[in-house]
Every structure is written in structure tokens, then in C-alpha cells.
């Protein structure tokens, strides 16, 4: 059988981390997260990114141990149980889908609102193609997409760190290039957990660090680059949020929770608004390029794993990709993105996502114990899996309560036909 070739480096990877981090919700999340969150805006960010950070360093510590594709799928099957493998796998295959999906439309909204649907079937396959092409387009592809997603940004926090006049664009004056429906990151209203929802929104805009970890199986040294390249990457991704919060709360204020497009009202000019916005569409290809990398890989490996039909494990003799994998994803995403709309897309991948992760914890936990037994000893405080767990399922249970239903019934009815089935993929 054909295995992926490591070609990835750490600036490479880092690049892949950051695109799918700087991606369509940095530009768009400040708005319903300040509605919800008011004045306490800057909690929900640092607590959001708390929950990054607590991910990151179990993410990392288990990549260590664990250098293959897969993720938290691979690390919940070979740490905890076979069966809490496939549910993190399921998770992350359904949550990234959904989330996949919703970029794919909000990009597809800015370039033509009129022929969204047919922008959007074209974005999922162009980026599916550039992922079958080889780990080294797509590394190329998101160095480059990095760059231009980051010069834009420096461009809107110069301009509004100078003191030059703002814009505002709401609901009733935006521009024709702003999509219909930016309620994508709209959720129930719980009250005084409202801080604890905006924290669910503002981490879902930076939850790119998973895809790193997925590529395990690409990474040269992995044991070494997979830490570097996601610590450092997260780090880099913090420190524009947290520009990005102080921007947009002191330029736009109390008119922050009216403007469909926070980022590029802080900049006056016509024209570098329309180029902030512009900046926008790119970060969303970005962030797309590498869900749909981070899918197929993870297919793949639960394929190889026999928790997944064999013939997505399939990797091509030339680019050394799993185009079954890539094409079946695809696929998939363009159903969920044309049938579904771009917030329930969000509530249910930010739902699954956050489950993964509880799974990562898990992992780091049994990990640990492990080591004890064997005489070793993890550089990962033990405090770091327990604190990240309860977070997770914290911000979980103030989600949508249909889209955590749903994502139950989901895992319910994906681990009830890997029951069945398991006689056959294991036998």
C-alpha cells in the first residue's frame, strides 16, 4: 500500500495552522460575540483563549507519542478504547464537515450573492483539487494565503492604531460584496452564560490548530515539528486576536455589535475597505484548504484503522495523497453547504469540535497514567487534560441545545453501526 510522504516542515505546518486559525471568522466574530458578551468582550477572548492554549499543549504532547495522521482519533484509539477513538474520528469527520460547508458558503456570499450556490460547489472542488495535487501545493498555497490574510490585517490594525476615521457598516448599509444571512455565528441566548456563548463563537474562529495534528503522517520529524509548528502558530494567531479585540472595541465601541464587518470598518478608505474585504474571502479559502486536508487525513486513517470503508485509505502512487478520501470529502461538503444554512452549520461543527477535543483530554489523561506505570514522565503539567476536559464540555452545554442534541444522537447512531460492522472491518 501506497503511505503519505513527510514533506512538511515546521514553517509549513505552522503556515497550514495559521490559514485554517486567521480564517473567515477573525473578520466576522467581534460583532455577535460583543453583543453577546458586552463589556466583557475581553473575558470571553481570554477565556476562549485559555481553551486554545489548554488544547494546543495536550494536542502536542500527545502528537509527540503519537506521530501519524489522524489526530485525536488516532490518540483516544491507542490511549483510551478503540470505540472512543472512532467517536473523536466521527466527530471531527462531521463537525469539520459542517464546518467546511459554512466556509465554503460565506466565501461563496462575497464574491456573488446572486450565484452563491454555484460559487460555492466551485470554491470546495477548486481547493479539494489543490489538496490532491500534493501536501506540497497545499503548504505553498497556505504560506501564501498566510501572507496576503496577514498584510491585510496589518493594514486595517495600522489604520485604526493611527486615529484615522473609522467606518460602520450594519445591516441596513452594507455593501453588495457583504453576504446575506452573517447571522452564521448566531446562537440561543442563555442569560448570564451570554459571556460563556461569546466564548463558544470566539473559539470557534481560531480552532484551526487541530488540522497539524492530523497531518501527523506528512510531518518530517513529527515528535519535533508538530509542537513547534502548534504552540508557535497559536501563539502568533493570539497575539492578532487580541489586537484585533482592542482595535475593534476602541475604534467601533458601542456601535461594534451593529457592524456585519468589525474588521474592515476600521478602516475609512473606500478602497482599502474593499480590500480588507477581499481579505476576508481569502482567509476563508485558507481556513477551507486546510479543514479539507484535515478531513481526508483523518478518513484515511480511520481507514487504515478498519473504522472506515478500506477504500478511503486509498493513497495515489504520484502525489501521495488520499484522493478517495479527498473526493468523498468533497463531495459531502458541497451537500452539507448547498442543503444546509451557514448557522446551523456553525452551532453543530462548533458542537462536535469541542466534544473532539474533550476526547484529546481524555487521551492526555490515560496517557499520563500510562506513563506512570512505565516509569516515564510527560513534560505536560497533569493539571493542563483535567482543566481542558471541564472546559470543553463547559462551553458545550451552553451551545445550541438542538445542535447538542443532535450531536449526540449523531455519535449515538455512528458508534451503534461501528458496533455492528466491527465483526467485519476488524475480522
Request: contains cysteine; proline residues 4%; hydrophobic residues 60%.
Amino acid at each position: 500500500m501506497t503511505e503519505l510522504k513527510r514533506t512538511v516542515g515546521v514553517a509549513g505546518a505552522a503556515a497550514i495552522g495559521i490559514s485554517a486559525m486567521v480564517g473567515a471568522g477573525l473578520f466576522f466574530v467581534w460583532s455577535p460575540a460583543a453583543a453577546l458578551a458586552g463589556d466583557l468582550l475581553w473575558a470571553a477572548l481570554l477565556l476562549a483563549a485559555l481553551i486554545a492554549v489548554l488544547n494546543a499543549l495536550s494536542s502536542a504532547q500527545l502528537a509527540m507519542e503519537h506521530p501519524v495522521s489522524g489526530g485525536a482519533y488516532a490518540y483516544g484509539r491507542s490511549e483510551v478504547s478503540p470505540w472512543v477513538g472512532f467517536s473523536a474520528g466521527w466527530m471531527f469527520l462531521t463537525g469539520k464537515t459542517f464546518s467546511a460547508a459554512a466556509m465554503a458558503s460565506i466565501a461563496a456570499r462575497h464574491i456573488s450573492q446572486d450565484a452563491a450556490v454555484a460559487w460555492t460547489v466551485v470554491t470546495i472542488m477548486a481547493l479539494s483539487v489543490i489538496n490532491i495535487l500534493g501536501m506540497r501545493v497545499t503548504t505553498a498555497v497556505s504560506k501564501v494565503i498566510v501572507v496576503i490574510t496577514v498584510t491585510i490585517i496589518a493594514i486595517a490594525l495600522g489604520w485604526a492604531f493611527s486615529g484615522a476615521e473609522s467606518t460602520l457598516t450594519t445591516a441596513s448599509t452594507a455593501a453588495t460584496f457583504v453576504p446575506e444571512g452573517t447571522d452564521q455565528f448566531e446562537l440561543e441566548g442563555l442569560g448570564g452564560l451570554a459571556v460563556l456563548q461569546a466564548t463558544g463563537l470566539l473559539f470557534f474562529a481560531f480552532a484551526g490548530y487541530a488540522r497539524m495534528a492530523t497531518l501527523g503522517g506528512e510531518v518530517v520529524e513529527p515528535r519535533k515539528t508538530l509542537p513547534r509548528a502548534i504552540l508557535g502558530a497559536l501563539a502568533f494567531v493570539l497575539v492578532i486576536y487580541g489586537l484585533l479585540a482592542l482595535a475593534t472595541s476602541m475604534r467601533l465601541g458601542d456601535d461594534l455589535p451593529e457592524s456585519v464587518t468589525p474588521v474592515a470598518d476600521l478602516v475609512g478608505n473606500p478602497i482599502l475597505h474593499q480590500v480588507v474585504m477581499l481579505g476576508a474571502v481569502i482567509a476563508c479559502l485558507g481556513s477551507l484548504l486546510g479543514i479539507l486536508a484535515g478531513l481526508s487525513r483523518t478518513a484515511l486513517a480511520m481507514a487504515h484503522g478498519r473504522d472506515m470503508p478500506g477504500i478511503l485509505g486509498a493513497v495515489n502512487r504520484r502525489t501521495k495523497t488520499p484522493i478517495i478520501a479527498e473526493l468523498v470529502v468533497m463531495a459531502l461538503a458541497i451537500v452539507v453547504a448547498v442543503l444546509l444554512p451557514a448557522s446551523a452549520m456553525v452551532a453543530v461543527s462548533s458542537t462536535f469540535v469541542l466534544g473532539y477535543y474533550a476526547i484529546a483530554h481524555w487521551s492526555a489523561i490515560r496517557m499520563r497514567a500510562r506513563f506512570a506505570q512505565e516509569g516515564r514522565r510527560m513534560w505536560l503539567p497533569s493539571w493542563v487534560p483535567w482543566v481542558g476536559i471541564v472546559a470543553c464540555l463547559l462551553i458545550v452545554v451552553t451551545l445550541s441545545w438542538v445542535a447538542v442534541l443532535i450531536a449526540v444522537g449523531w455519535v449515538l447512531l455512528g458508534l451503534f453501526f461501528w458496533r455492528g460492522l466491527a465483526p467485519v472491518h476488524r475480522g
